[in-house]
């Protein structure tokens, strides 16, 4: 259950998902063993305690890893106190109390100086964050950098506070809306303005930087909203598209993407089949839960915090959607020979090999991101988690 990977199958038809390796799922580091392992001791439960932690104060700055599953939740603690907060766009070692420490992609850095808050009041705030979310916090007393961009460099731009708002009610998936709201209030207390689509022409657009749209997404935004979601995201808001919405999104001409044609038959004339498998046939194409490897772009704003580029991405839909046309707008691409875990029919894999997983389309000063996969799927799919979280912390960013 944990860890086991199934590659054959006595039907071709499921109902729902034919994967659930916890594992993949979570995004845990693992090999296969031949020999017995041994135990170590048994964990307890005092093992497993948060303890608090007092952060001194700071003379140059604050530093964060991204890579901490539950830093958005420090970030946005911060953020919301005013706490000026920059992001590293590339990575750096720097002196953390006499010794060499390495900082990926995407790590915080939270400066003493650039604040209108006083030394203590920061300080303050840091240790409540850091608390709240039980991340480590370095303290650094000089702007230097053993090797990296020094911590005074463009290489760190400066975060902005997500103002986000999210489209539901008829025609969107509630699934998805519950899932997203569930890991916002949850895990990063985070608030989410959920506006029903009947009534999102009075949804004031402008108090908003970062739009969500779900599955499902048909009727209910007529043109002339289109043209003010078009004008919004000209404007700098990020609009953040999911799975169906991403198709939505291409037919208004909101993203510039192309869907995978489905491959022509070299047969001049079709195939005949009985009436009876019909069922079956169309039923074994579709794609019900299956685990695909894909190539991730971790020096992406939307790729910040993992360390590997190889990630796998949880897929239950039908949607195959081509690689941007620009060479640094497919964040997550599915691999040629992607490792499986569920069934998948062979016609079908084709067509997502090579496929994008995420993509991402500038419009003036805004982007579109395009989750053309569910990254926080039943609640459980810890690993793709951060690409979401991403997307609404960077998405204006790039």
């Known amino acids: 259950t944990m860890f086991e990977t199934y590659s054959k199958y006595r039907d071709s038809v499921f109902y729902d998902a034919s994967s659930w390796t916890v594992a993949l799922a979570f995004g845990m580091p693992h090999a296969k063993q ?14 497993l305690a948060v303890q608090s932690k007092t952060i001194p104060t ?37 002196d953390v109390n006499g010794k060499s420490k390495a900082f990926g992609y995407g790590s915080l850095m939270i400066p003493v100086a650039d604040q209108s808050l006083s030394p203590s009041e920061l300080n303050k705030i ?11 916090v370095s303290t650094v007393t000089s702007g230097f950098s053993m090797s990296g961009p020094d911590l005074g460099s463009r290489s760190f731009q400066t975060v902005e506070l997500p103002k986000i708002a999210m489209v539901i009610g008829e025609g969107t998936s509630s699934y998805e809306a519950g899932e997203i709201w569930h890991l916002l209030d949850t895990r990063y207390d985070m608030p989410i303005t959920k506006v029903d689509i009947s009534d999102f022409s009075r949804l ?23 043209k003010r979601i078009k004008e919004w995201t000209r404007k700098g808001g990020t609009l953040i598209l999911q799975r169906s919405a991403v198709s939505w999104g291409m ?25 009876e498998t019909a069922r079956e046939r169309s039923g074994s194409r579709r794609v019900g839960g299956v685990v695909f490897s894909a190539d991730l ?14 990630l796998h991405v949880y897929r239950n839909h039908n949607i195959m959607i081509q690689p941007s046309k620009s060479p640094i707008n497919t964040v997550v691409q599915y691999k040629n020979v992607p490792e499986v875990d569920g069934y998948v029919h062979p016609e079908t894999l084709k067509m997502i090999q090579g496929s994008a997983s995420l993509i991402v389309s500038g419009s003036g ?3 579109t991101i395009c989750l053309i ?9 810890y690993g793709t988690n951060r690409l979401f979280m991403n997307s609404l912390f960077f998405g204006g960013m790039f």
């Open 365 to 367: 000063r805004g982007n």
């Open 251 to 275: 037919r208004n001409k909101l993203v510039n993407a192309s869907s995978v044609e489905q491959p022509k038959s070299e047969d001049q004339a079709p195939q005949r089949y009985d009436f």
């Open 373 to 381: 996969d569910n990254p926080n799927f039943r609640g459980f799919w």
């Open 58 to 94: 700071a003379k140059y700055a604050y530093l964060i890893e991204w890579s901490d599953y539950l830093a958005p939740k420090a970030l946005y603690h911060l953020l919301k106190s005013e706490v000026n907060v920059k992001a590293a766009f590339r990575p750096f070692n720097v």
């Open 204 to 226: 004031p657009l402008e108090r908003y930087n970062t739009l969500v749209m779900v599955s499902s997404f048909g009727g209910g935004i007529d043109e002339s909203q289109v």
């Open 34 to 47: 031949a020999r017995k392992l041994s135990t170590g001791a048994a964990l307890q439960t005092s093992d």
């Open 297 to 310: 772009d971790i020096t992406h704003p939307l790729g910040f915090g993992y360390r590997d580029r190889h």
């Open 126 to 136: 840091v240790n409540e964050a850091a608390n709240a979310a039980n991340v480590e």
